[in-house]
């Protein structure tokens, strides 16, 4: 059925006639107008603005416009380095931005705690707190990296189905759009990850045996 | 420019100006060879002073403010003794013998100061501090008062070795957060349990 539609479609369009559905245009206009926040936390934040400047323009991807309020961005680009005391505040101006929402883990910091995993001080990967849609590895990630992950994360928007069991978050009214903020405690923070967020994908390989 | 004083003459320049005081010079045996001026607790201040007014030093910056964490240690030593032996017909017979002397030595929290002079574009004199011991006598003698630059330097040394400066102004936490409790570069600290890397198990 599906692939007669789109038979369909070709066929029409071969003919001059334009036809599209709700979902399409809606995402297609989604994808290409995801505005990050203006946010950076470590050396990785260099690459990423080296990423919109003049050679690699970010803006050829609809993503020029870094604003400087959660309240008006779609996508938090977690660049670099996070430590224990900055997770909170990462995590509430991840609470702070509208739905739908996005992030990017740039960098081995924001994936797992890269080469600071052993500090005392540093946090072993954002998704910890809050979902991460798109991984990119890297000590930092070159430009290129980071515009392939926001292809990713394009595509990904692209396949959104707006009806169904798998609709996206923003869809589902039951689902949460804020994540609890972790405390400061006696000796780390409190809790150590949010189970709900850390261990929600099915088949995680860093799964916790009991 | 004078050249800066050899570490010995600095004692002897301490000594004679700041009555009293207890310094003690700690070579340092590598090539930089920059030794180091123990002082007590009790004329630390004066001496600073002296050193940041003494028109030939003029160490008026100090630069660097570390705290270095010692641990308790045990030295074992053979010694030799003579000990009152009985011997195979029951008589007791003095005999040479050697035994392992195990000695704890208390460890300490050391605060350490580097110094130079601007206007003599000398230094540095490296000062020492010691606490008496690394669990209830962590204090030693603020030296914020003198060298104003010390002061976040020393909050950096409260904060991760425990080292509690008496006469800072502002003695916080400055590094971690008011409500954490341990001192993360001693080295006896264990960070919190939070790795789940090493239960991963395949399926």
Not at chain 1, 155 to 168: H, S, T, V, Y
């Amino acid at each position: 059925m599906e692939q007669d539609l789109k038979e369909l479609k070709i066929e029409l369009s071969k003919n001059g006639i334009f036809t599209t559905t709700l979902e399409e245009i809606y995402n297609w206009g989604r994808k290409n107008s995801v505005w990050p926040l203006t946010f950076g936390l470590a050396c990785c934040a260099i690459e990423m603005i080296a990423t919109t400047m003049a050679r690699y323009d970010l803006a050829r991807f609809g993503a020029e416009v870094f604003r400087p309020s959660p309240r008006q961005a779609d996508l938090i680009i977690v660049s670099g380095t996070v430590t224990k005391k900055m997770a909170p505040q990462v995590v509430r101006l991840y609470n702070q931005m509208p739905e739908p929402k996005y992030v990017i883990a740039m960098g081995a910091c924001a994936i797992s705690g890269g080469p600071f995993r052993d500090g005392y001080n540093v946090l072993k990967g954002i998704d910890r707190y809050i979902p991460v849609d798109v991984h990119i590895p890297g000590c930092p990630p070159r430009p290129e990296a980071l515009i392939h992950a926001f292809m990713t994360l394009q595509k990904k928007i692209d396949e959104q189905a707006l009806r169904g069991a798998d609709r996206p978050r923003h869809l589902q009214a039951d689902l949460p759009s804020e994540f609890p903020v972790p405390a400061f405690g006696a000796h780390g923070l409190e809790p150590a990850q949010n189970d709900e967020v850390f261990l929600a994908e099915q088949g995680n390989p860093l799964k916790v045996i009991q | 420019m004078t050249p800066l004083p050899s570490p010995e003459e600095i004692k002897t320049l301490i000594e004679a100006g700041v009555p009293g005081a207890t310094v003690t010079v700690i070579a340092n045996g590598s090539p930089s060879a920059q030794h180091s001026l123990l002082l007590d607790h009790e004329h630390a201040r004066a001496v600073a002073e002296f050193l940041r007014d003494h028109a030939e030093l003029k160490l008026d910056f100090c630069s660097l403010v570390t705290g270095v964490d010692w641990p308790d240690t045990e030295t074992t030593a053979k010694v030799k003794g003579k000990k009152l032996v009985a011997g195979p017909d029951g008589v007791e017979q003095e005999q040479e013998v050697e035994e392992t002397r195990k000695t704890k030595v208390p460890g300490y929290l050391e605060a350490v100061y580097h110094l130079f002079s601007m206007g003599k574009k000398h230094g540095p004199v490296v000062l020492r501090l010691r606490t008496a011991n690394r669990t209830d006598g962590t204090h030693l003698p603020s030296l914020t008062p003198v060298w104003r630059s010390a002061e976040f330097q020393e909050r950096e040394a409260f904060d991760l070795y425990g080292i509690v400066f008496d006469g800072h102004p502002d003695l916080r936490r400055i590094l971690m957060w008011d409500g954490f409790v341990d001192y993360p570069m001693r080295k006896d600290y264990v960070p919190p349990e939070d790795d789940i890397l090493v239960t991963g198990v395949k399926a």
